[in-house]
């Protein structure tokens, strides 16, 4: 999973993880990285991995003269090893098919335990089912958006978000920005397909 971003102007994606390595590649102006507490610039041509459950932002400085652009390639989307932890084994199942009521009784199910295990496993890792969940699907999301292949309506449906619950207030609270203006980053991609069919 590939998605192309292009910004004539300043643009920032805040608390991004991922459960899969992701390779972002700059392609020209001004692209910056910050992770562990430090800030990357990357120049057009160069690309870093970012490894799996590491937060990061991502930050395109672009201009109306000289706009911003990069590559995010999701790599190796393999479903998770039994060796792995818990709860990067739920991410990994969640990112992958996060239109399925994941909850903790289909979970345990799946991985052959009982709710409770699975629930004092977790707690004991430092992290909720809830969080695991919404984080993933917000990821999922986030990708389906900026890849620009269907309508928003559309993508939240994949994800499986919760009619009850306010997606545009959640998109906004992790990223920074609203899906509308995830969604305008891979606009200028949309319109080089529609140039090269016409």
Known sequence: MHVHLQSHMHVSLQRLLLAFPLAVSAAHGRLVLRRRGYERVLLPGQQLTI???ETFALHLDGSSTQPAACTLEIQRMIPAAQQ???????CKRVFLQPHYAWNAAFIAERLGMSTAQLRRM???QGTALTELCRTQRLMRLLFEVMAGDAGIGDARRRVGWPASSDLDCAFYDRFGLSMEAASRLAVARAAQRRRSVA
């Open 51 to 53: 490894e799996p459950f």
């Open 84 to 90: 792995e932890c818990l709860h990067h084994r739920i």
């Open 122 to 124: 977790l707690f004991s």
